[in-house]
């Protein structure tokens, strides 16, 4: 078995002391080390490591934003976020902008010598927290939204605009008019004009005040 290359990145020297100490074994060699964003970078391009292990809240830069630039700079590498916050705030950048795993650093050491072979095979590796918020995520209806134009024939609809009236301001034909309105109640699973302008308040996809 090949060994693994890491770096390890977090603002605490103490941190990457005890992380260095649990994966100084045969099956890995840590390269380099980093206390922030751009050291990261910087480590990663001068080591070209198979796996990066970053903390997420460092100054400097933002994890998800750590992320995005090693994945542009380093196609093949792979990040295995370990952190102790686990939001949606921290936890949905981070997976977006393509990290192969999430953990927390309550981990056990020999779960995160599992999860650093599996993230350098490319298997998403997750902690239950992290697993848990991503389903959720996942069984949440797609918002509905509406496109500039659409708002624009609702929001006057909701003055008491007719068609004609409409297409008269936004410089477009009735039966243009007749089409955004169709989309509109299709999106937001109305059947009427009233019901369209009611959801888009409810929504708040327009404003009471305006």
């Known amino acids: 078995m090949p060994i693994i290359r890491l ?4 603002d605490h020297p103490i941190v990457r002391d005890g992380l260095r100490g649990i994966l100084d074994t045969d099956d890995f060699e840590v390269v380099g080390e980093a206390a922030d964003g751009p050291e990261a970078l910087a480590v990663a391009l001068r080591t070209a490591p198979d796996v990066v292990l970053l903390d997420l809240r ?3 830069m933002s994890g998800a934003e750590v992320i995005r630039r090693l994945r542009e700079q380093q196609p093949g590498v792979h990040v295995l976020v370990l952190t102790t916050f686990d939001d949606d705030a921290d936890v949905l950048p981070a997976i977006a902008e393509g990290a192969t795993g999430y953990l927390l650093k309550d981990t056990p050491r020999d779960e995160l010598r599992r999860a650093v072979h599996a993230a350098a095979r490319g298997e998403t590796v997750l902690s239950p927290t992290v697993a ?6 996942a069984r949440e209806p797609e918002p509905r939204t509406l496109s500039p134009r659409e708002l624009e024939v609702l929001r006057l609809i909701a003055r008491g605009a007719t068609n004609r009236e409409v297409a008269g301001r936004l410089f477009i034909t009735e039966a243009t008019v007749k089409t955004h309105l169709l989309h509109v109640y299709g ?3 109305v059947n009427d004009r009233a019901a369209a302008v009611a959801a888009a308040y409810d929504l708040g996809l327009l404003d009471r005040r305006r």
């Open 58 to 60: 460092m100054p400097g």
């Open 7 to 10: 770096i390890i990145v977090d």
């Open 132 to 137: 848990g918020i991503l389903t959720r995520k």
């Open 187 to 189: 999106k937001l699973a």
